[in-house]
């Protein structure tokens, strides 16, 4: 599950043909505790694709958050039978569909939903979380502040869609495509994020949130520059005097070494989403 780079855009997806794309498919698998009224914990993969939150290389993460009184929904947003076949213009509403629909179960409480991202996932757990208030939690591992763009061999698109319309993304430029070429992704994202014009425009506005927030980043991240990027993304909730909880926690090692501090996760969970516990 997510060992695949992160982007492997300009050479190594197909190009797609814009108008034969479907955008809004979504695949779910929901797991279940015992209990009643369990907080429901939302996961998303990262930028290979496919539901990796079923995986059995992560069922012992999936059984301990149930096993505390969580429910667990594993979401596919592309790259599954069910779903389009490139990360391009993603629509959020229907992944936030997908996710009410689940809560419509009535072990689920329906109030108390959270988040949890790795890598590209986190950056659409945040971007999901800033718009809809019905999201109280948010769990981002190894994320981006900002959109980047699509999956697509020329980039040139959002990754994501909003009411029919494109999410402002980063563009990749003409200096970073040498670096994406040689599979340096970090260097062609620390170039991308030099345009700070874009990266404002693109920023995701985590300020809107609903609920606490556990930034997870990877001090070595070879991947994209997700300490600094979510130091970024603090800076922005401090400005803006968020009311809630937010940390950011800096771990050793690289972008997926970051499973390596579930306990962190964990320890979050039980400070500031638990089960039984209707407040933030």
């Known amino acids: 599950m997510m060992k695949t780079s992160l982007y492997l855009f300009l050479v190594l997806l197909i190009a797609c043909d814009d108008s034969s794309i479907n955008r809004k498919g979504v695949d779910t698998q929901l797991y279940l505790g015992e209990g009643h009224q369990q907080p429901l914990i939302v996961a998303f993969g990262g930028g290979d694709g ?12 999936r059984d301990q958050l149930i096993e505390k009184g969580y429910a667990f929904l594993a979401i596919g947003y592309f790259g599954t039978e069910n779903t389009p076949g490139a990360l391009d213009r993603i629509s959020i509403d229907a992944i936030h569909d997908a996710i009410k629909s689940a809560t ?7 109030k108390r939903i959270a988040l949890l991202g790795i890598s590209k996932g986190a950056e659409l757990a945040l971007l999901l979380a800033s718009h809809f208030p019905d999201i109280s ?22 990754s994501w869609e909003f009411q029919g319309t494109e999410v402002p993304y980063v563009p990749m430029t003409w200096e970073a495509v040498p670096a994406a ?38 001090k070595n991240d ?59």
């Open 181 to 218: 070429i040689q599979h340096d992704l970090l260097s062609a994202f620390n170039i991308m994020l030099k345009d700070t014009v874009a990266v404002e425009n693109a920023a995701i506005q985590v300020e809107h949130i609903n609920g606490p927030i556990l930034f997870l980043s990877a």
């Open 104 to 110: 419509e179960n009535p072990r689920i409480d329906q």
């Open 222 to 280: 070879e991947q994209w520059p997700s300490t600094a990027m979510s130091k970024a993304a603090t800076e922005r909730l401090k400005e803006s005097g968020f009311p809630h909880f937010y940390q950011h926690i800096a771990t050793d090692g690289g972008h997926f070494e970051v499973f390596d501090h579930f306990n962190e996760i964990y320890q979050f969970l039980d400070q500031h989403f638990p089960p039984g516990n209707t407040q933030n």
């Open 50 to 61: 496919g539901n990796g939150w079923t995986s059995d290389r992560v069922k012992d993460k």
């Open 137 to 158: 939690c948010v769990v981002a591992m190894a994320p981006s502040h900002c959109v980047f763009p699509a999956h697509t061999f020329m980039a040139s698109t959002s």
